[in-house]
């Protein structure tokens, strides 16, 4: 699915149901290389960047089956080495690869990885896992095709202090440090739900990890890990997006597993803004009560703040409020490039490329912060777009879907990274659209 014509003005009405994060499931797949027996992950959602997580295991010797619908089984009992034209292949579609480096030093004592991609929303150097990555005692050879790592004396505990909280960090970190030498400490380490669900297989697999205070984990290394049998966590993210679109389309959207304290942060802003919802023990009714949608000024950051995968959808939302928001981007330097088709479709976005300061801000300004200033309500009419990234895609899907007239958009394929069967999901919720040829 490369493009769609979609035909605006209907409320989305219905029920959907959310499956595996992909924040986390994808990680989980990289962490089964490091047992020695096999891992069973359930609820796995069939989302593009899966099939490049599986296709990369596979080309490094994981057999990987399907039990059942939503399951994945991972055997790591034949890793080997992959050539360079193997992992090429899967160059370029996801920014994943980084955090093979850890396990394939243990299984293999050597690690390739190749140029990196992913959604073009920042810079998000690999610098902060490649020096953690020395830190453990791995020597880094950056070649022109991309990266070759070894570990002649083997990986060693670490006293590693990351300079931003980071997902990604926190990860390459954990999958490294659980069978280093020795105990790891790392500091101001990323605390999202998803982490703490990784440090949950970890522990299944034999790991010893504890989570204190203040962002602090302490990893004591071991000689061996197994396999787990795991239950991924709901992908808040996609929760949220379907949320969004309920409020943009003035809509009522059940989200089918769905859970309230992994949302709490979000569902307080869906309140301000003027959203109504219901949680329920199998998940969460989205819906807009009626009368109008309220200006909010909000900013993103790490858990528990705001996410910044939330900001893009409700900035749609936004459109509609009556007055000024105030959207603070503090975690990417480029999440607003999704903003210049809302404003051909009608809206009113201004995008300050130095962020604003301001007497209220409590998310301490960063470098390359960026804020959006919106004003409505304003009445959106279709346009042909092209969707810029994973949520920025997801975002002009809802913006058509509320538009006068007829939309086109295009690029659409991105959006299956991390939205699984979004078109049939759309269709269940009475969206008028056309898949083209």
Excluded at 37 to 51: F, G, Q, R, W, Y
Excluded at 71 to 96: Q, T
Aim: charged share 20%; net charge negative; aromatic share 6%.
């Amino acid at each position: 699915m490369e493009s769609l014509t979609v035909w605006g003005g209907k409320p989305l009405q219905g029920t959907v149901h959310v499956r595996g994060a992909k924040n986390l499931v994808t990680k989980a797949m990289v962490a089964a290389l490091l047992g020695e027996t096999e891992s069973l992950l359930k609820d796995v959602p069939a989302i593009s960047d899966v099939e490049v997580v599986r296709g990369l295991l596979e080309v490094h010797g994981v057999v990987v089956t399907e039990p059942e619908p939503g399951e994945l089984l991972l055997d790591p009992r034949n890793v080997k080495s992959a050539n360079f034209v193997e992992i090429e292949v899967h160059a370029g579609s996801s920014r994943i690869p980084i955090l093979f480096c850890g396990p394939l030093l243990h299984q293999l004592g050597e690690a390739f990885i190749p140029d990196l991609g992913g959604c073009r929303i920042g810079d998000r150097p690999i610098d902060f896992h490649l020096d953690a990555l020395r830190k453990f005692g791995a020597v880094v050879d950056k070649q022109p095709n991309g990266i070759h790592l070894t570990a002649p004396n083997g990986l060693k505990g670490a006293h590693i202090e990351l300079p931003y909280p980071s997902v990604g960090a926190t990860e390459q970190v954990l999958l490294t440090a659980v069978r280093a030498e020795g105990v790891t400490e790392l500091k101001n380490a990323a605390i999202e739900p998803e982490i703490m669900d990784l440090i949950a297989i970890l522990q299944k697999m034999g790991a010893i990890i504890t989570v204190e205070p203040n962002r602090v984990i302490f990893i004591e290394g071991v000689e061996k890990l197994g396999g787990y049998s795991h239950r991924a966590i709901f992908d808040r993210n996609e929760a949220a997006s379907w949320a969004s679109a309920a409020l943009a389309t003035e809509g009522d959207i059940f989200v089918k597993g769905a859970k309230q304290q992994e949302l709490l942060t979000f569902l307080n802003i869906f309140r301000k803004v003027g959203g109504a919802f219901d949680v329920e023990e199998d998940g969460i009714r989205f819906y807009h009560p009626g009368g109008a949608l309220k200006p909010i000024v909000v900013e993103t950051d790490v858990h528990p703040g705001f996410m910044t995968d939330w900001q893009q959808p409700l900035v749609v939302a936004l459109t509609k409020a009556e007055g000024v928001s105030v959207v603070h981007e503090t975690v990417y330097e480029n999440r607003f490039g999704f903003t210049d088709a809302l404003n051909q479709m009608g809206a009113d976005i201004v995008v300050h490329r130095d962020g604003l300061a301001g007497v209220t801000r409590r998310v301490p300004r960063r470098p390359l912060e960026q804020a959006a200033v919106v004003t409505g309500p304003s009445k959106l009419h279709g346009a042909d777009v092209r969707v810029p990234d994973l949520r920025g895609g997801f975002s002009h899907l809802i913006a058509a879907l509320t538009a006068e007239g007829e939309s086109t958009i295009t690029n659409v394929g991105i959006i299956s990274r991390g939205y699984e069967h979004f078109g049939e999901k759309l269709q269940a919720l009475g969206a008028d659209f056309r898949v083209n040829a």
